[in-house]
């Protein structure tokens, strides 16, 4: 079992998050937290990954990730399953039954739409609200 996380980088060219199951040795990256160039590794034994080059002074976002940097990762891949409209199943145990039950979102029908990060948000007259990330339907 591989002992990195499953922790996304950015694209240098597109900026874009990407996630190892769909990254490519191709393209270059760099890490969220610290944003030195990572290395994108694939082979035949272990999960896909990204890794910091050996440093001196070395990043922990793939190899030891706090909390904050775990929840990072969230935002920044749930921004980008929700960008490229990817259908989304989420899981959960019932609290009573506790059965498996799934939870689908499809994305198809919402075509004049933006994902955004830390979108303000009006609730019960305080604009104080957050949500980590939002789907906004966008004026045609």
């Given at each position: 079992?591989?002992r990195?996380f499953?922790?996304g ?12 199951l ?17 290395i994108f590794?694939?082979?035949?034994i ?19 990730p ?25 899981y959960?145990?019932?609290?009573s039954?506790?059965?498996q039950?799934q ?19 009006d ?8 949500a ?9």
């Open positions: 079992m591989s990195h499953s922790m980088a950015i694209n240098i060219q597109s900026g874009l998050y990407e996630y190892p769909i990254a490519s040795k191709e393209h270059k990256y760099k890490c969220p937290e610290c944003e030195r160039p990572v590794r694939k082979g035949k272990k999960q896909p990954h990204f890794a910091h080059y050996k440093s001196k002074n070395p990043c922990s976002y793939y190899d030891r706090n909390e904050d940097q775990i929840h990072k990762d969230g935002k920044l891949l749930m921004r980008t399953l929700l960008t490229n409209k990817n259908n989304i199943c989420f959960r145990n019932c609290s039954c506790r059965k039950l939870h689908y979102i499809t994305l198809e029908h919402y075509t004049n739409s933006e994902a955004i990060e830390e979108y303000k948000f609730h019960n007259n305080s604009n104080r609200r957050k980590d990330v939002a789907l906004l339907k966008m004026a045609v």
